[in-house]
């Protein structure tokens, strides 16, 4: 049995939402575990957390996007993963990313690559969403991919809406499939 | 009177409509003047349309995002600007820049992070949408910057959307309100 | 056997001293093979090089930093390859990338990053250089990695620097490494 | 008298020897003054500090690039900074950026897009290093921007070099220079 770290922060618990849905969609593949390693609000993991990171054979990356990139708690686990850097421990792992904000651009991108960047410096491999976006005319907010991103996840949370009503069911339906494609690289790689 | 060149390739004509509402927000401002320097299928340029670049004050690029990135034909120029670059001919104009796709994200942060990287490049200073995004509940397809961008402008225009009818009305006035944001900068710039 | 294409454009033919050098890096694997895939000077490939693309299973993208990302030559063999991404017939191909260009830094991060976008676009994982850098006070200029990439493969051919003489050899044997690391990877990927 | 501020951390003293160097440059043009901002190790500013920032004329965003990124300390300070991103306090501002690492590339480009995306919410105009590379044969170490960027300043000191001896002396000039471009087009725009 593989297992999958989602490492999340969470700024309001709308991104908690997101990391929820991706675990119920990696719970959907078999021969794949998973298990929410959630960064507290001083940017800071216990020993247990950090090793459940190295157990892992795919850790998910997730994180607000505050002003342009991932929150100050994920980038200081991030500086914090830098001994591990040094041994190259996470070599060969899979990474993956997802990142939640108010807008629906509002630099995402940045945070996911941002992810890509943290994740090539460890030497893993990345998968990204593996879904097509929905664009068309027809196109509702509720469809899968509607905010439409390729090198991971994304989701959009109105600026006003409450943690009981977002990001909408469309995202959380996108954020089950992601967590499934991540699910079934990780169990066919390396096999 | 200082001058702004719309540099630009549309690949259907979305991109066309764009860099038109980006030329009719120029217009509102005064004591400046603005032209379209269109890019050809072929990713060429006239000596004409050089000489307008090397004359204005301001330069703003529009790329389709296609792949993830502006059209070949937008890089092709890019390319040929070498020549410029050697000289740091444009150094102090300033840039700014737009990109239209399909997708409500659509990796259209990389179109304008590139175009940045060429200003800096040529030493240009670079001005982004400065408007605030339209991310509230409340918020519809319709309302000033809801797709959600501070780098640049970026518009949406479904993928069988004809050029009659997109990119939308609100993406529209968000294009003539960052043209009149660039023109507002232009003027006032190193006055 | 598993294939690798490596899919690049040269401009003066540095670019293709380390497309060369990838290729005898994969060679150094076992029960992996591996294709130059030339992009013309006019961006073009033969109908029997996009077969070539289609059969492999990892795709090494390569090209030379011409004003701060990748040469018009390859974005139009990007943007050709649409057709491609609508299937999604590169989905689960591994990928990877290199680029080389006069300055040591010189926007590189900027190329490599937009081929981690198009990989992503194309639902292909994506793997780095797995190197770790020489940035000890002691590092020479012909050391593994100095440049100092993570994301993919970076070299540097001073300005200057005729093709019998760039890029140096420290960056020629970064090149062979890098090539047997996406061998590796590919040889082990969804075994 | 228009007022830079140089808002920056620094892990180890590096990067408070590039920012000390930024403001000798800023210190070599008439009718701009400058002055220092330095995050603390808890990524905190006082208050006395963000008046600094929020009566400057321009603002020089300074971090190492730790782990792909600015450093968590930066973050901090940027995702504290949204309080001013709601009213647009900083709009119209000049930003600029540097960054200091180990490693000759290291992902520094990372770093500047961020700062730039960082400025581009805050509706700031941005301005590069203005610097041609030093990148033929002849080029050494020694060298005005041999790092070789151009969207802000990028100095490279080795890994195990004490505070006293790195970024060598070509790196520092360069960051002279730079601290004199952006005093240049402080004092020139909007005026």
Redesign the interface.
């Known amino acids: 049995m593989k297992s999958i770290a989602v490492l999340f922060h969470s700024g309001f618990g709308h991104t908690t939402n997101v990391a929820q849905a991706v675990v119920d969609g990696i719970g959907a593949v078999a021969d794949v575990t998973s298990s929410l390693v959630e960064i507290d609000a001083d ?1 800071e993991l216990s020993e247990e957390q950090w090793a459940e990171l190295d157990a892992a054979a795919a850790i998910v990356f997730g994180s607000p996007t ?8 994920f ?2 686990v ?2 914090a ?2 001994k591990r ?1 040094f041994t ?1 421990e996470w ?2 792992k899979l990474a993956a990313g997802f990142t939640n904000s ?9 945070t996911l ?2 992810f ?6 460890h ?1 893993m ?6 879904l ?2 929905a ?3 027809a ?1 509702t907010r509720d469809d899968i991919n ?7 996840l ?1 989701t ?1 949370s ?4 409450g943690v009981d009503e977002a990001p909408p069911k469309g995202d959380i339906e996108t954020a089950k499939l992601f967590g499934q494609r991540v699910a079934e ?1 990780t169990r ?4």
Chains 1, 2, 3, 4 share one sequence.
Do not use: E, I
Not at 66 to 73: E, L, P
Not at 146 to 152: E, T
């Open positions: 940017g505050y002003m342009g990139m991932a929150s100050w708690q980038k200081k991030a500086d993963s830098s850097w190259q070599k060969n108010a807008t629906m651009n509002g630099d995402k991108h940045s690559h941002y890509m960047t943290l994740a090539m410096q030497s491999l990345w998968v990204g969403s593996g097509m976006p664009n068309s005319k196109a509607y905010v439409g991103s390729f090198s991971g994304m959009t109105p600026s006003d809406a690289v066919d790689l390396f096999k």
